[in-house]
């Protein structure tokens, strides 16, 4: 009897274990369009406020129609929603992020698997050396498309940035997708000190960006096909 209840007991663990991960949104064969209130509703899969919306999007840029991020707007201007964690098109999912606290902008989640990221567009304007350097230096970098940065989302909804560190730890799942990261431009200098833990990278800023983007992807796509 003792035996048939543990046996009962691992079978019931299981199947909630099971049940508590098959809504996630990244097994969930249609996005349900809505906004989020918080983190739980978007990994569920789960908007709790439907009104009618009309979605702004943005695109990186003249040149490059790619839509990277986008803002909403309720048709019915007396509805108040609170603070919205994110919403969802019914295609494609937009998260909040933002260096500023007066910017209301919305980022397009690039893959949903167990290591969700997206991307978002950060202008890096520099004033360097006397007065009249610093303002060419300013009308120089201020004149130059803005950057496309990576960030990943925690087990807990926060964002963060893909750290060297991090991007191993994770590929480590996937062996051959490791060893194409580290050759790929990601080696340790063998003129770096040892001790320093950053890697010595032989790419430039926006190549590293996009060699992230595609590991990540890559990690995601294999993990979600093995059903993790």
Request: aromatic share 12%.
């Amino acid at each position: 009897m003792k035996y048939i209840l543990t046996l009962t007991a691992i079978c019931l663990v299981r199947f909630s274990f099971g049940q508590a991960n098959s809504d996630l949104i990244y097994k969930s064969a249609v996005l349900k369009r809505g906004l989020y209130k918080n983190y739980q509703e978007f990994l569920h899969n789960a908007p709790s406020l439907t009104p009618d919306f009309i979605i702004i999007y943005l695109r990186i840029g003249k040149n490059d129609s790619t839509i990277i991020g986008a803002s909403y707007k309720i048709k019915e201007d007396r509805k108040k929603t609170g603070r919205i964690w994110g919403f969802c098109d019914g295609k494609d999912v937009y998260i909040k992020y933002s260096l500023s606290l007066v910017t209301n902008q919305y980022w397009k989640m690039e893959s949903l698997g167990p290591y969700p990221f997206f991307s978002y567009l950060e202008k890096n304007i520099v004033a360097m050396g006397p007065p009249l350097v610093a303002v060419a230096t300013t009308a120089i970098t201020a004149s130059e498309p803005p950057q496309r940065i990576v960030r990943t989302l925690t087990p807990k909804g926060k964002t963060q940035a893909p750290s060297y560190q991090r991007l191993k730890k994770w590929l480590a799942q996937e062996p051959d997708l490791l060893a194409a990261f580290n050759k790929d431009g990601y080696k340790y200098s063998s003129k770096q000190d040892p001790n320093n833990s950053d890697p010595a990278y032989t790419k430039s800023f926006p190549e590293r960006m996009q060699a992230i983007r595609v590991y990540l992807f890559k990690l995601n796509q294999r993990l979600v096909e093995k059903g993790q």
